[in-house]
């Protein structure tokens, strides 16, 4: 290993190594990373049914973010090529500008106890009202133990729609994610309201849309960061604000691009344990929140002539329980991240989301998204016919010339290249 040598030049000995030195990763971890450990055979029954074994994803670090003045390794679990690198990139550049910024509203997860067609929903709506602190007082001590460390029940409050009459019950869940914690409580309070509204209830459910619970990540970059080759900073950065503009009118657009910045936060969501069912679910809602389908990132020049890019959404997470208890990868992702509270952890993943936003819409409005993008695809190409060691450097390297790159051009290099050895 040469000194200096760029971190995704390195061997995965190598990188491990390196970690080791850096004090990111203990022995131990480092042992279970190179043995390719991963969850425990004897885990996979505990946690899903009908399980025949463990489904494989290639587990990564994307570096240089510098996140409220800390440096950061960011763990990522991802099967798409150029993802990490990608968002690798974009931090690097973020870094150069002072990094990024995260804060955190409260974080107040919600749930609903909802009623059809009722027969005087506003008489309920008052009785609830009446009976509120012995409702919460009921939800409390379905769960004694989030009380315990200073969170657990806030509000309870009817919202009536066309048909339909929910009770919400907010909780402060602090540091988990809280579904269970939420439905149980909403369990509690069921045969009280139920015998309030003369009816049982039509579900008792959590909601993936805490929109009091949402995550910011903001960065302003310098327009010499964002430079290329053919293009000054100040226009690849009025071409990025542009393009924000276009994805909040034209939810076709819209679309690809919230699925960019999703490449960021899923990865980092998995790799920690969490639920990206959930995250998705609330992402994709909150966007949709003004009535139509609109980006959740914001760029735009500032008066200074730069670049100022934001990402706010509720990211439903947690920061202990779920699958870190029993997946050591999830708990080594954690330490990498230094064990964050929830709060910082969100804003974390929010700003990889932005990181991987800012790459994706560098190259799409400068050389287009393939130039990249399809580097680490003529590897994955090379190695689906194959190839291996050297050779798939070579090959990667000789389908980038080709004017098609598929299975049989890939096969036919190969098999030229093992016939000149």
Same mark, same amino acid.
């Given at each position: 290993?040469?000194?200096?040598?760029?971190?995704?030049?390195?061997?995965?000995?190598?990188?491990?190594?390196?970690?080791?030195?850096?004090?990111?990763?203990?022995?131990?971890?480092?042992?279970?990373?190179?043995?390719?450990?991963?969850?425990?055979?004897?885990?996979?029954?505990?946690?899903?049914?009908?399980?025949?074994?463990?489904?494989?994803?290639?587990?990564?670090?994307?570096?240089?973010?510098?996140?409220?003045?800390?440096?950061?390794?960011?763990?990522?679990?991802?099967?798409?090529?150029?993802?990490?690198?990608?968002?690798?990139?974009?931090?690097? !550049?973020?870094?150069?500008?002072?990094?990024?910024?995260?804060?955190?509203?409260?974080?107040?997860?919600?749930?609903?106890?909802?009623?059809?067609?009722?027969?005087?929903?506003?008489?309920?709506?008052?009785?609830?009202?009446?009976?509120?602190?012995?409702?919460?007082?009921?939800?409390?001590?379905?769960?004694?133990?989030?009380?315990? !460390?200073?969170?657990?029940?806030?509000?309870?409050?009817?919202?009536?729609?066309?048909?339909?009459?929910?009770?919400?019950?907010?909780?402060?869940?602090?540091?988990?994610?809280?579904?269970?914690?939420?439905?149980?409580?909403?369990?509690?309070?069921?045969?009280?309201?139920?015998?309030?509204?003369?009816?049982?209830?039509?579900?008792?459910?959590?909601?993936?849309?805490?929109?009091?619970?949402?995550?910011?990540?903001?960065?302003?970059?310098?327009?010499?960061?964002?430079?290329?080759?053919?293009?000054?900073?100040?226009?690849?950065?009025?071409?990025?604000?542009?393009?924000?503009?276009?994805?909040?009118?034209?939810?076709?657009?819209?679309?690809?691009?919230?699925?960019?910045?999703?490449?960021?936060?899923?990865?980092?969501? *998995?790799?920690?344990?969490?639920?990206?069912?959930?995250?998705?679910?609330?992402?994709?809602?909150?966007?949709?929140?003004?009535?139509?389908?609109?980006?959740?990132?914001?760029?735009?020049?500032?008066?200074?002539?730069?670049?100022?890019?934001?990402?706010?959404?509720?990211?439903?997470?947690?920061?202990?329980?779920?699958?870190?208890?029993?997946?050591?990868?999830?708990?080594?992702?954690?330490?990498?991240?230094?064990?964050?509270?929830?709060?910082?952890?969100?804003? *974390?993943?929010?700003?990889?989301?932005?990181?991987?936003?800012?790459?994706?819409?560098?190259?799409?409005?400068?050389?287009?998204?393939?130039?990249?993008?399809?580097?680490?695809?003529?590897?994955?190409?090379?190695?689906?016919?194959?190839?291996?060691?050297?050779?798939?450097?070579?090959?990667? !390297?000789?389908?980038?010339?080709?004017?098609?790159?598929?299975?049989?051009?890939?096969?036919?290099?190969?098999?030229?290249?093992?016939?000149?050895?």
């Amino acid at each position: 290993m040469t000194p200096n040598q760029a971190f995704y030049r390195l061997s995965r000995e190598e990188r491990l190594e390196q970690l080791l030195d850096r004090h990111l990763l203990t022995k131990e971890q480092a042992d279970c990373l190179l043995a390719g450990k991963t969850l425990p055979l004897s885990a996979v029954d505990t946690m899903i049914e009908n399980a025949i074994g463990i489904f494989g994803l290639p587990f990564g670090l994307a570096q240089h973010f510098t996140i409220n003045d800390h440096s950061l390794w960011i763990p990522m679990v991802v099967e798409e090529p150029s993802v990490i690198a990608a968002a690798s990139n974009g931090a690097k !550049r973020v870094a150069r500008s002072g990094g990024f910024h995260i804060s955190h509203t409260e974080r107040i997860m919600l749930g609903h106890i909802t009623f059809n067609q009722l027969s005087d929903p506003e008489t309920f709506s008052e009785q609830v009202s009446q009976h509120k602190a012995d409702l919460l007082q009921l939800a409390a001590s379905a769960h004694p133990s989030i009380v315990s !460390r200073g969170g657990g029940p806030i509000d309870l409050f009817v919202k009536l729609f066309p048909n339909f009459t929910s009770v919400y019950l907010t909780v402060d869940t602090k540091e988990a994610m809280g579904a269970n914690m939420i439905n149980t409580m909403l369990e509690a309070l069921k045969e009280p309201l139920a015998e309030l509204a003369h009816q049982q209830p039509l579900m008792a459910i959590l909601s993936n849309l805490p929109t009091e619970s949402i995550a910011t990540a903001q960065c302003t970059l310098l327009p010499e960061t964002i430079k290329t080759s053919k293009m000054s900073g100040t226009l690849v950065a009025e071409r990025i604000a542009l393009a924000t503009d276009y994805a909040n009118v034209d939810p076709y657009r819209a679309a690809t691009h919230n699925k960019g910045v999703m490449n960021g936060i899923d990865p980092v969501v *998995i790799a920690t344990g969490n639920d990206w069912r959930a995250v998705e679910a609330a992402v994709h809602s909150y966007a949709s929140r003004d009535g139509h389908y609109q980006s959740i990132t914001q760029w735009e020049m500032t008066p200074e002539g730069n670049l100022k890019g934001q990402l706010s959404a509720p990211l439903p997470i947690g920061s202990v329980g779920g699958t870190s208890r029993v997946n050591p990868l999830a708990k080594l992702s954690l330490d990498l991240l230094q064990q964050p509270s929830a709060k910082d952890l969100a804003g *974390i993943m929010a700003a990889v989301g932005l990181a991987q936003n800012l790459s994706a819409l560098r190259a799409l409005v400068t050389t287009g998204i393939q130039a990249g993008h399809m580097a680490l695809q003529y590897k994955s190409l090379a190695h689906s016919v194959g190839a291996v060691g050297q050779e798939i450097d070579i090959i990667s !390297r000789q389908l980038k010339k080709e004017k098609i790159a598929n299975q049989v051009v890939a096969k036919a290099l190969l098999l030229r290249l093992r016939e000149k050895n």
